[in-house]
């Protein structure tokens, strides 16, 4: 499995806790660059594979790297390499803006003199100069996921875990977070995505679907759709997800 292309390789990945198998044998690989859908039914084991990758949590067994680096033994390495965003909005909601992104640029490892480039350039991008010393919690939910997104990537990593990132936001903001999505992985960053909405699906490069621990289908949205003679990937997550 060890090819160059890839940013993300996943060999029998097994997650126990006591007797319950959270993630069984799962298999599967992410190219650079990649905008990488990762679906399943609630608690089918996709956040659980998204902490092992992050280096959050040890798997029970199996051969994992995530930008070159191996899960076991260099999960500080891989924490350099990574931005995440989880389903539970991550930023500060006591913090001002600024103070979110200086704090964030702060851990991933960025100079003072990249924080305070990077967090002008941020704000001018989003177009929140006027809000930029206002609390988190003042600002709308569409504008905090925007903004969490783009601290997530604020250091340029390889690859940004987004965990069900379009939740609670309106399709409006939805599309303009894909747009979002889009553009960071034209500028080289690989996106691994989990999300309930199955027209998002469709937006990603290639889409694994997980049930009960195990991954049940993977392949390119058009793929999945002729393999299961279905006319979009909800029909297909809905064949396999039941």
Known sequence: ?????????????????????????????????????????????????????????????????????????????IKKHIGYMSQKFSLYEDLTVKENIEFYAGIYGLSRNEIRQRSGKLIKKLGLEEEKDMVIGSLPQGWKQKLAFSIAIIHDPDIVFLDEPTGGVDPITRRQFWDMIYEASHNGITVFVTTHYMDEAEYCERVSIMAEGKIVALDTPAGLKKTFNASSVDEVFLKLAR
């Open 1 to 77: 499995m060890d090819n160059k292309n890839n940013i993300i390789e996943v060999e029998n990945l097994v997650k126990k806790f006591g007797r319950f198998v959270a993630n069984d044998s799962l298999t599967f690989e992410v190219r650079k660059g990649e905008i990488f859908g990762f679906l399943g039914a609630n608690g089918a084991g996709k956040t659980t594979t998204i902490r092992i990758l992050c280096g959050l949590s040890s798997p029970t067994s199996g051969k994992i790297s995530v930008a070159g680096f191996d899960v076991y033994k260099e999960t500080e390495k």
